[in-house]
């Protein structure tokens, strides 16, 4: 039987870097003591209250279907949450809840793209951010940020690319890079977003986790709230990834739309998840602050760690919960170097080409074990760097 083309086409096909996080998982199920830098996941679970407050509201019967769009509660915390942040008046009716930012993201770009349409994203991307855009029917195209421009896109870059375009989808905080972007890219992209009428869908998953610079999210900057979805979610402020909540914020019409493909594809979020999240959204920035304390004090580590040695160049850590780091010295690129730290040292990092071409010849670092071990971690990491660069420079 035949399968579709969107279906078969959703990714790229070939490794594209993933082998070495593979690899990892099998050595640990095989018994080998692997320290693990590769995905996003905290090293702390979920707050016992806001598991409190989910177990109370499945106990007061919030176990069925819940309302579509989300509750009443949760969409009018999101959408005070937002105005309360970026002074955009925003009503619940501006917000659909989704379970988690990645099925925010296929919404958001099913909304406005479709087969025959280009959706732009930039590299280095979220893993998933091509095969995203494709499940929308549309056509992926890329557009390279520099290692050199600290990757921060370039208006002019993406205006070349934006030729049949509908859409760009742009991420800040960054992962994999950890680029906070700055206002002038913002204003650029605004700029060319309204020159080209684009659609910008802003991933802002990472919006609490920024260490240095602000978060600016596009949507505040002038004539940006009509063309601008914000895709964010529980999981990474709150470290409730596997409570899967996340959400849209958008124009009234477009929610409406979605609220519509919400009702014919997911069916809405647990209630008593969104009432979870309600509490904790609503619990002021204790329960933030706590997910994100440890990543500020590591990146600071992280910095320090690097700026005692020159192999190694640390891609400026602004914000999110990776540490991006160039290896280019070691003659090795982003796959082999991520191969031979596991084999020779057990530690388990991405190799910067699974999030892109733009990021070959680094390795993102997750920081998403103890300080110690991380410490240690990141030692080891420069050590087996000025080793392989001086065996480079002695072939040469
Ligand atoms: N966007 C980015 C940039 C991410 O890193 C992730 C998760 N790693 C997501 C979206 C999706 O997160 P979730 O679906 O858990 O909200």
Redesign the pocket.
Known sequence: MKLSHCITHLTGGGSDGWDVFYRARQMISDGYAVTELT??EHDIRTDPSILEAMDLSARQGHTGYAMVPGTDLLRDTVAARLQARTGVPTTRNNVLITP??????FAAHVAVCGPGNVGLYLDPY?A?YPGTIRASGATARVIQTTAEDAFQPRPEQIEAAAGGAVSLLI?TP??PTGAVYSRPTLEGVAEICQKRDLWLIS?E??DTQVWDGEHISPRILPDMKERTLV?G????SHAM?GS?C?WIVGPEEVISHLINLATHTTYGVPGFIQDAASFALNAGTSLEDKISEPFRRRRALAVSILSNQNTVGLVPAQGAMYVMLDIRATGLSGEEFANTLLDTQSIAVMPGESFGAAAAGHIRVAMTIDDERFESALNKICELAKELAQNTVARV
């Not at 988690?100 to 993201?105: C, H, M, N, T, V």
């Not at 979610?233 to 990474?236: H, I």
């Open positions: 995905i996003g988690g930012g990645q099925s925010a993201l979220y998933t991420n960054n992962n991933d998953v990472y895709v979610s529980m999981s990474k990834t899967r996340g």
